[in-house]
């Protein structure tokens, strides 16, 4: 793939393989000349639009305030680009981050200040889950900047910088646009820093420039060469012995999957490691979907005390571990509860590599030395085969009879013949990351969650965004408490013709909290759910609901949501507000005893 910017391939889904963040590291293939521009195409509304275009966004997320409405319709005069427009902006930016990890960049349009600041926490959660985001913001008119104007919008002094200084933070970029001169080059230069970072980027336009040409766009955008990134093969090399010198001595070594592999596009070098070496091959939660769980040698999710059965034995046991870019917080480790020893690990981030208590090795792209390593490993099957030895099936949930209260892993039992390559996953934060986790995913079914930042909220947003960006049928997962955080953009859903399929699990409360520490505020007001969608619906657009109290039930709305293939389908669980995943009940009192350690002494 080039590694022009109009060179992604934003129509396939091969970035749920290759990883979110900047194009692949080859050459630049010629382009052909670029044609000018009339007048009303070489504006700054227009060059940012083609360069949205360019690097594979097709749709924008917005919400239309005073400074960025010219804007607006500039965006909306670029072919291949459309405008979604949503309830609010934080639902915008969930969407955005939706979108990205379908597409492989995502970008959403608020305006200033009310806009950004409202934006700004679905950004930080992009940001944390190292996705290429790209915030635009309609900012205030040129002549302002410099004096001494109070504007609305902002929160009554003269001083225009509240909102970018709030965005340093959380990008990995910062454009103020308010003059034409070099607003070429400050965006092309965010676009590319989004890429190339795997991370968002803030761009501020001035309410009064969108529509004004400039000779700097009086011809289509010149693709700009993304310079790859490479591998220093001196220490390239010596990472590779110091590895091999510890993976071929061992007994019964493992390889563990993280969360960077899809920063690090190396998701295919993983895989071609785990073929060369033998190794059993474990995931960690947060990376759920970026392994292949189809591998011959998968043995599930390594997360400490609530592995799935079997897999932490194997881990914890090996006498060499692999971790191919993980994040060990609080919550992967089950608050710091992992049975690990660094003398028995080596550690693969992106770009670094660690071994055990000796040398660390920078400037090594983890697809390289996977790569390498892939080619010198001995195959070593002893893990695999002592996880065979001890594995025992699980159990399936008891059958419910006649009109017995639905419980969740009844559900989940039927949720797992409903999914398969033509479709999506996303769990929202909550008893659903644990019973979602237990899900086997057929190849090339998608999985998405929030695990680093674990917003409450942002699976309804990012399901907008996800569902728009592919051609996956979108299965959500979502607890009330979650979902009357963001409820509204089911609307927009709905009014894009989108077909997800939304579980609702009413089971009265916030259930995640409960499980930490529980009290009087984890209980909420209950909704009428399939009520407040109907209203929404309005008798405007495709959309079916259904409520489900038993098992009966389930299995006939499971039967016709997959029938209504064209519609946006909604279906509330009713479930009992104990009904709980017995990982969230491990989980939650180890995250709880992590809180709750006493200060050190002083």
């Known amino acids: 793939m080039d590694t022009k910017i109009n060179s992604i391939d934003a129509s396939t889904e091969s970035n749920a393989n290759t990883g979110v963040g900047c194009p692949p590291a080859t050459h630049c293939n010629s382009i052909s000349p670029a044609l000018p521009s009339s007048a009303h195409e070489a504006t700054l509304g227009r060059h940012l639009a083609r360069r949205l275009v360019q690097v594979g966004v097709s749709d924008v997320f917005s919400v239309p305030g005073d400074f960025n409405l010219t804007l607006l319709d500039h965006l909306l005069a670029e072919p291949g680009l459309s405008l979604i427009g949503c309830c609010n902006e934080l639902n915008a930016g969930y969407a955005a981050d939706g979108y990205a990890r379908a597409r492989g960049v995502g970008a959403c349009a608020v305006t200033f200040t009310v806009g950004g600041l409202s934006v700004l926490n679905a ?23 410099g004096t001494n104007r109070i504007l609305h919008h902002t929160i009554g002094l003269p001083d225009f910088t509240q909102e970018l200084r709030c965005f340093q933070t959380v990008t990995c970029y910062q454009a103020v646009v308010n003059n034409l001169d070099d607003a070429h080059e400050q965006i092309d230069t965010a676009i590319s820093t989004a890429l190339k970072e795997s991370k968002p980027v803030y761009i501020s336009i001035s309410c009064n420039l969108p529509a004004i040409p400039h000779p700097t766009f009086s011809r289509e955008p010149v693709p700009f060469f993304l310079s790859p990134k490479l591998s220093n093969q001196m220490g390239l090399e010596a990472a ?9 001595k061992a007994v019964k ?10 920063v690090a596009k190396a998701k295919e070098a993983f895989v071609e490691l785990a073929d ?57 480790s089950v ?35 996977l790569h390498c390593l892939a080619k010198r490993v001995k195959k070593n099957t002893t893990a695999f085969e002592n996880y065979k030895r001890i594995f025992v099936p699980d159990g399936m949930p008891v059958e419910l009879g006649g009109k017995e209260p ?57 399901t907008l965004g996800y569902a728009q960006g592919t051609d996956k049928r979108v299965i959500s997962f979502i607890g009330d408490g979650s979902f009357q955080v963001t409820a509204q953009d089911v609307s927009t859903m709905i009014r894009a013709g989108q077909n997800p399929i939304i579980f609702l699990i009413n089971n ?10 529980d009290g009087p505020y984890n209980v909420i007001k209950n909704w009428n759910y399939t009520g407040l969608i109907e209203a929404i619906h309005n008798g405007d657009g495709k959309c079916w609901t259904s409520r489900v109290r038993c098992e009966e039930e389930l299995t006939g709305a499971i039967e016709t949501a997959m029938e209504k293939k064209d519609s946006f389908c909604f279906i509330e669980v ?19 005893a992590a809180n709750s350690r006493p200060p050190n002494p002083q």
Not at 123 to 145: K, M
Not at 257 to 262: F, H, L, S
């Open 508 to 517: 009265g409360g916030y259930t995640i909290e409960v499980e930490i520490h």
């Open 276 to 332: 060369a070496s033998g190794y059993a091959v474990a995931v960690m939660p947060s990376a759920k979907g970026m392994v292949p769980e189809h591998h011959s040698r998968f043995i599930g999710t390594y997360w400490g005390a609530i592995s799935t059965a079997f897999c932490a034995e194997i881990v914890e046991s090996a006498d060499a571990y692999i971790f191919v870019g993980p994040i060990f917080n609080d919550y992967s």
């Open 240 to 248: 590779v012995e110091a590895t091999l010198e510890i993976l071929n």
């Open 574 to 592: 009713i479930v009992h507000k104990d009904d709980t995943s017995k990982e969230l009940l491990e989980w939650g009192s180890r995250v709880s």
């Open 253 to 262: 070594p493992v390889l563990v999957g993280g969360p960077k592999i899809r």
């Open 335 to 369: 608050g710091y509860s992992l049975l690990l020893k660094k003398e028995k690990a080596i550690i693969v981030q992106p770009d670094r590599v660690t071994v055990a208590n000796g040398p660390a090795f920078g400037c090594i792209l983890m697809k390289d030395f």
């Open 406 to 462: 639905l419980r969740v892993n009844v559900l989940f039992k039927h949720v797992q013949e409903m999914i398969s390559g033509n479709t999506a996953v996303i769990a929202e934060t909550g008893d659903s990351w644990f019973n979602c986790q237990k899900l086997k995913l057929p190849e090339g079914c998608g999985y998405e969650f929030q695990m680093q930042y674990g917003s409450i909220g942002w699976s309804v947003g990012a």
């Open 123 to 145: 950004i930080a959660g992009a940001y944390s889950e190292n996705l290429p985001l790209i915030c635009i913001v309609g900012g205030p008119n040129s002549n302002d900047y």
